[in-house]
């Protein structure tokens, strides 16, 4: 067989070969991994399309593509209609910071964001059986919610309430960066929506809410997922060196979801920073309470759904500790009639013996399992979940306050 005869075989074997989703579970019956992105029909139409392929990572064409559909139209129409810059209104588009942050940045991010999730979320979907905590008998029960959750995530007419509730703001009236009373590029000096202003209404807006409505809808079927395999009877390991039992590693998977939380951020911050700049000014306690408030939701759209698991936990805890409790109270009262109230031990006897070892592990353990939490994330991932969600809001104090005034202050605090 030639080279190009060889290629073309490969080429065909290929596109006979089953997804990866498909195969793995034939080739590992213990192999259970669920991809909340790999379907859908989106998916499936750019799939179609070869506009993105989680497998291999094509998500930038998809990145690339959102942004040739949202932002540049807006430039193209704002710079036909001498709104991109200049003094023509009082927002050219050049200075919209909203519409560049949407567009440019976090649009991009819920895209590229997703084979960062699947990924981490495959792996902890399957952990549950490779680590044995799922035992034999419940595993056609986790297959079950397995398949649900596939199910869920294919759903036509999910998609399809996501897109028209991405229409909504249409319908009740046009959802703008900038109120109507200044001009701007999305409305001219003649009053009314700029071509410009449309598109961002009808395509830009559109598109932008509805990826993030297909966000939280993922979410959604994982935290369901994520508590349905709470209820089934699953081996916790109260001695594991996570101290939470074994699926620490949730915690750690969780906090992929840091980039979602960023992408946003970045767009709450860019609105502030337009209506300082540009209309009204914010008082520090309501950028403060948004900024609470923002925290409180990320750590509970983030974490909450872990705390599915906080009740197993704790049982195992407040049961094992009791059990090894009497181990170590029995274990100890042997050691002493031994070599205590025995006279059994000499000095030359003593050295090397596996019954003190033995006595230091058992205490070594049961401090493990007291110092075991009922949830599977460490304080360590939540502040990292908040330095993230805070970063983008930093340059809004440099908008209200000038640097030289803050460089100031801390000169003062410090000397």
Known sequence: MNAPEA???????RAMRPSQ????????????RLSLFKGGPLYKALLRARLMDLEHADVWRAAV????????PLALLSLVQ?????????VPFLLAIKAHVRFLIALPLLILAEPIVDERWSLASNHFVRSNMVSEDEIPRFRDIVARARRMRDSRLAELLLFLTSLAGIMVGPALDLPASITSWQ???????????????????TLFHFLLLRWLWRLLVWTLFLWRV????????????????????????????????????????????QRMIYYEGVQHAALFAVAVLYIVLCLFVVFGPLLTFSRALFAVKYDQVHAYSLMVSEYSRHFAGKWIDGQAYEKAAI??????????????TLEIIRKMHPFPFTLRQVLGLVIVALGPMLPLVLIEIPIEELLGMLFKALF
């Open 230 to 273: 709470s209820r089934l009877r699953l081996h916790l390991y109260p001695v594991h060196a996570d101290y939470a039992g074994g699926i620490g590693f949730l915690g750690m998977e969780q906090s992929s979801l840091k980039i979602l939380v960023f992408a946003q951020s970045c767009v709450l911050s860019a609105s502030f920073a």
């Open 65 to 72: 593509l959102a942004i040739a559909v949202t932002w540049v």
């Open 187 to 205: 409305y001219g000096t003649v009053g009314g929506l700029t071509a410009a202003g449309w598109w961002n209404v009808l395509v830009g807006l």
């Open 21 to 32: 989703e498909e195969w793995r579970p034939m080739d590992d019956p213990r192999d259970m």
């Open 82 to 90: 001498g709104l991109l810059a200049g003094d023509a209104v009082q």
């Open 7 to 13: 290629g073309g075989f490969i080429a065909r074997q």
């Open 351 to 364: 050295l090397g013996t596996g019954d003190i070892q033995t006595l230091a592990a058992l205490d070594t």
